[in-house]
């Protein structure tokens, strides 16, 4: 190794700023995930089931998801009883596409990095890509 | 849509439990993936230019992962400098993996979430997978 390469060749190549935080959040990437596999909307409580998220931590995350604009919370009533569904606004279908790229170029540079280090031709087959 | 679904299907299905926060963090994930992609060590300013980080976040970064055992800083000299050089531990590279198998499984679900998408054929083609 170099030991002194002054100027990095790849100047933030690691910067990653297109990981949107709002829904880079482990939790929030879980919600996102499973509102786009049902663009109709999924109730509260399916939601809740699917992330594996209480009460309190599922309404948390919709708030900043909302307010971001990335999800829409209404209000109905499945037979007498009301419920709450929540589902995926075009933007944030548009957005969690974006961030989707955004992840596979670290999927696609952390292969390559495993493919390089000599000392761990057994990690190959890590990346399917 | 049915309205009531009760159970999901798929009880879950969404919660990403394996990705591991410490990693999970956007600054922290750029910073191990330039390790993992310089497994003899990087020098603590080529690592800030490679992540854009600044010195304070840098360091703040580094002491949780340090703390946490995925990786080693030592100071050294190169000349009469003194440097800093941060490497990956072999268990950090073993946790990075493995929170990497997680995160391909994300890329994967949504991938077939926008594919099953009637919507959206013109979404086709994000994953390469």
Known sequence: MKSRSGKAS???RFA???LDRVIHERARLGVLTS????????????LKQLCALTDGNLSRHLQ???VAKLVDISKRFDGNRP??????TPQGRKRY???LAVLEQVILDAAAAVEADPDSKRARG????
Chains 1, 2 share one sequence.
């Open 83 to 88: 419920q709450t569904l929540c589902r995926i």
């Open 16 to 18: 990653y700023d297109g």
């Open 35 to 46: 509102l786009v596999a049902h663009p109709k909307g999924l109730p509260f409580g399916d």
């Open 64 to 66: 900043v998801l909302q």
């Open 97 to 99: 596409l974006e961030y």
């Open 126 to 129: 890590l990346a399917h890509t």
């Open 10 to 12: 790849h100047t933030q």
